[in-house]
């Protein structure tokens, strides 16, 4: 199944939260510290109480690299523990030369088997192209991005006019002719999200910043719902997976994961 | 020993190069493929013949990745390859939010062991911050890449009538408080690294793309000299690891680099 097939399905199911695995050995619930891995168990039970409720699922490398080689397993084992029919994003924003880019690309898609991936534009096309030749995959790009300092560059105006994150996505746009672009854009930057709503109908948007960065998942529904655009990820990370530190923390991300997709098919419905 | 005291100590001796590391398995020598691990011999064998004339190391992380939890071994082992006086630079182009970021500085200085990092300026300074928050270690920018499609947004021109990258550099300068930033410039970009010279005096400056990408070392070294700037490395990958493939590979890569050693004095002197 492509990755486009793996996302609609879920879309067309009204199912649109993303969950970021941001799993931090320091977050997790204490109990689980005892367990023989316990960033790769917190992960099992967190996919296991939401894989029939979640959109997709985003794994933030740093998370892991940080670990070394034993957190580069974590990552493929949590690859391993989500079935073939959800979608799964490297979140790695990586950007380079177009020969190293191609490694990057390898690395993500054939050795780590990923449907998707974040990737930076700032080097132009370049560094961006050996991930669109992978056409069964979904390569988000950075857009505008949800941290505060999107402000030194990103909405810095260009001679044209634009703001420079305008141009990027006028750029994603033109790179898409086979489907399988997709853009990052900051849910903590609605209005720019509604300003430059007509560029985002034939990407996949993809929406950090959601809970603890402050994004609001309603404003952003009903501005998808008004065009009856169904082509987007709201991804939450914290707020969902340390939504408790009990031993009961699976119930309380499931609960959570639950209300806001209760949130989302009110305003759809 | 900080970063800087590591550069400073090699550049004050007439040594600008820095060996890229970009090894992969389908080009180094054949003889060494029955090695138990093929990468790592390379790597022992090339850092041997290039210590005591080498200003730097760059390892460039994608080559790695793609290998794996394997390939993480191979980054680990091969930086204590490399004794303690001699700079050790991260290629990983990192770039993420604040709270990311923060995971992706104690990866590459604390896990890793790197004295020097490449990051990617576009979502700005929260991305950037975490590393400069290390003192004693050297964060490269990207500033203006080698690759063609710089000219996509790198090379774009804002409002404020100067290109995307000199925002950046002169950004740069602002967040160089500690003295611990660095800016990379494509040493294919020979006209521009002309035209903004002034605006690299107090970094360091990365130059990669000298090789296969096309950069001419005489010119920049000859621009830095007139000005009398030594903060300067001048990368080189592909043209030098790969000078050979034959089992006298290092000491075909030896007599490459002590050619563009030799380049190098020639004009300092």
Redesign the interface.
């Known amino acids: 199944m492509t990755a486009q097939q793996k996302l609609n399905n879920k879309l067309l199911n009204n199912l649109h939260i993303c969950v970021g695995l ?1 799993t ?1 050995i320091n977050k997790i619930p204490k109990h689980l510290l005892s367990a023989g891995n316990p960033v790769l168990e917190f992960n099992r039970i967190i996919i296991e109480n939401t894989l029939d409720i979640a959109a997709a699922y985003k794994i ?1 490398f ?2 892991y ?6 957190g ?2 974590n990552i ?1 084992d949590t690859v391993k523990l989500i079935p073939a029919g959800t979608l799964i994003i490297a979140d790695a ?9 191609k ?2 690309a ?2 993500v898609f ?3 088997k990923f449907d998707s991936v974040t990737v ?8 961006v192209k050996p991930f669109l030749e992978y056409n069964d995959k979904i390569t988000f790009i ?1 857009g505008l ?10 909405l ?6 634009n703001y ?1 994150y305008q ?2 996505i006028r ?1 994603i746009n033109e790179w898409n002719a086979k489907g399988n672009c997709g853009v990052v854009f900051g849910a903590t930057k609605f209005e720019n999200l509604a300003g430059n709503f007509d560029m985002l109908k034939n990407l996949y948007t993809l929406l950090p910043g959601v809970g603890t ?1 402050g994004g609001k998942l309603e404003d952003i529904v009903k501005l998808f719902g008004k065009k009856n655009y169904r082509n987007y990820l709201i991804n939450v990370s914290r707020a969902l997976i340390y939504a408790d530190d009990s031993k009961n923390f699976a119930f309380a991300t499931r609960k959570k994961l639950i209300e806001y997709n209760e949130i989302v098919s009110n305003i759809l419905n």
């Not at 690299?65 to 034993?70: L, Q, R, S």
């Open positions: 941001d931090d933030n740093a998370f690299e940080k670990d070394g080689p034993k580069f397993e493929i924003k990586r950007g380079d030369i177009g020969n190293t880019a490694m990057y390898e690395s054939n050795y780590f930076n534009p700032y080097m132009g096309i370049d560094s950075l991005t949800s941290n505060p300092s999107a402000a030194d560059f990103e810095k105006k260009m001679s044209s006019g420079l141009e990027v750029q960065q």
